[in-house]
Nanobody, 120 residues
Framework: QVQLVESGGGLVQAGGSLRLSCTAS????MGWFRQAPGKEREFVAA????????NYGDSVKGRFTISRDNAKNTVFLQMNSLKPEDTAVYYC?????????????????WGQGTQVTVSS
């Protein structure tokens, strides 16, 4: 069982920045998903276990950056130029496979979620 601990999130004005972090109990491929009220869970970004593969959802490309510290089994999601439509609960997820998949079903382990609210 992989344990995930998230931190970060909060309230920010449109155009601002936030950084999320997620630490896993072991080395895995890790990703971020988000879910707004009444909407399906959406892929945000993922970083492969090998440390060389990144993947982004279309809605965040060019604004969000995922990075990882392999020594600490931690991934970071730097979110810049935030928009009100980025408001959601953000979930960290992990999978044992190597690929930085964008599919929800490929991830076996999930964090508790952290709220990100962007005001206009």
């Amino acid at each position: 069982q992989v344990q995930l601990v998230e931190s970060g999130g909060g309230l920010v004005q449109a155009g601002g920045s936030l950084r999320l972090s997620c630490t896993a109990s072991e080395r895995t491929t890790m990703g971020w998903f988000r879910q707004a009220p009444g909407k399906e869970r959406e892929f945000v970004a993922a970083f492969g276990r090998s440390g060389s593969l990144e993947n982004y959802g279309d809605s965040v490309k060019g604004r969000f950056t995922i990075s990882r510290d392999n020594a600490k089994n931690t991934v970071f999601l730097q979110m810049n130029s935030l928009k009100p439509e980025d408001t959601a609960v953000y979930y960290c997820a992990a999978r044992r496979g190597m690929m930085a998949s964008g599919r929800t079903d490929d991830y076996n382990y999930w964090g508790q979620g952290t709220q990100v609210t962007v005001s206009s």
